[in-house]
């Protein structure tokens, strides 16, 4: 069945940096785009990145644009997110998703939870002031 493990959060201060990996299976990877979303308490789970099957195109929410970078290694069926400049703001449960859908661009609605059908667990990174 299809497996999406995230790890590499944990407690940083502001300002500083996080890498985090989602490694998957039971899929085909490279035929997926893959997506990165975050919930932080009390609030709805939220869109933060996403990555087309090659990894050319990417699009990011604005609160995270300049800050953070998605990619993928094909060959290794992993998913990363390079967080920099984190604030306490960021402070959140980070998923990875697989997407629905086949094209990242605009309209395909990539940001909606609803067009991603397979979750990881997540993994939580809290920021300190």
């Known amino acids: 069945q299809v497996q999406l493990v995230e790890s590499g959060g944990g407690l940083v201060q502001a300002g500083g940096s996080l890498r985090l990996s989602c490694a998957a299976s039971?899929?085909?990877?490279?035929?997926?785009?893959m997506g990165w979303f975050r919930q932080a308490p009390g609030k709805e789970r939220e869109f933060v990145s996403v990555i087309s099957r090659s990894g050319v195109t990417t699009y990011y929410s604005d609160s995270v644009k300049g800050r953070f970078t998605i990619s993928r290694d094909n060959a290794k069926n992993t998913l990363y997110l390079q967080m920099n400049s984190l604030k306490p703001e960021d402070t959140a449960v980070y998923y990875c998703?697989?997407?629905?859908?086949?094209?990242?661009?605009?309209?395909?609605?990539?940001?909606?939870?609803?067009?991603?059908?397979?979750w990881g667990q997540g993994t939580q990174v809290t920021v300190s002031s």
């Open positions: 039971g899929l085909t990877f490279s035929r997926s785009p």
């Open positions: 998703a697989r997407a629905n859908f086949l094209l990242v661009v605009e309209g395909s609605g990539y940001y909606r939870t609803s067009n991603y059908d397979y």
